[in-house]
């Protein structure tokens, strides 16, 4: 029973998003928002609401492994497997705002990762954890990667002044419902997903955060890989880029500020080598995006290739 409702966790999971992107995105074109606005914002912030939920809920609970270990293991594999195989499906230019801005924004995120848990090696502590006023922290600095994205949507809007919004204007309580439904599935399907999946990792001997790295990071970050690769498919490939980098930002600067605040959130010691790897790919994100300024279908082979092996080696540590 505790896989099934695992699994039906999921299922809420990936629609309540589905259903959530859907809507918020019809909405922001009603109100003329730019693609790359969309993918960095409303669609990260669907996408990411998986993560959210269940970081939040595992907060709640107490299991800090698993609230920082979603998010590390989410970025890790947003960086690496979903930004690989949307590459090999259609290869990702990169603008130059994303190249200057918006990837360095995600390089400082997951540097900010690090010194936030390295209390012991920087502080002399004893322990260490991810204590409120850090959390408040990285939540001010979320609020200055908002300010960022809407002053690029105004700076841009000229450019999308002549969007048609009929077909979305008459429809506001249609999409408005779609949103609210899944934001609603999403809460429920976080919960599910929580508890199961501590619950199967106690009894096959796994740690909790091998479980937040592995079976919740990837499975909360189901919705990031189908939006990602469905925009690719469609050739929009600002969304599908903006919503990895943005999922990456929000991740840690919301989600994981966020948790903090709601509970101090202590660290396990494994956690440093992920987190470096976030750094890592992060760096190699910025670093493939100056090549011609796209991702091309062999550099998207080798970024999916580093988390099969980065997920052998972690199930291996465990």
Known sequence: MTYVLLL??????VKGADYFVDGASKIATGLRVS??????TIVAFGTSAPEASVSFIAAFEGTSDVAIGNIVGSNIFNATFILGVTA????????SDTLRKEIPFALLAAITVLILISDIQLQYSEVNIITRTEGILLLLFFAIFLYYVFEMARNNRDQIENTPTDTVSTSWGKNLAFTIGGLVGIVFGGNLVVENSIEIALALGMSETLVGLTIVAVGTSLPELVTSITAALKRQTEIALGNIIGSNIFNVFFILGASATIHPLAVDQKIFLDVWLM???????LILSRTQYRISKIE???????YVIYLIFIILRN
């Open 279 to 285: 750094i890592f790919v992060t760096a190699l994100l």
């Open 300 to 306: 998207g082979a080798g970024l999916a290739m580093i």
């Open 35 to 40: 693609p790359m606005l969309i993918g960095l």
């Open 8 to 13: 039906i966790g999921f299922a809420l999971l």
């Open 88 to 95: 090999i499906v259609f290869p990702l230019a990169v603008q």
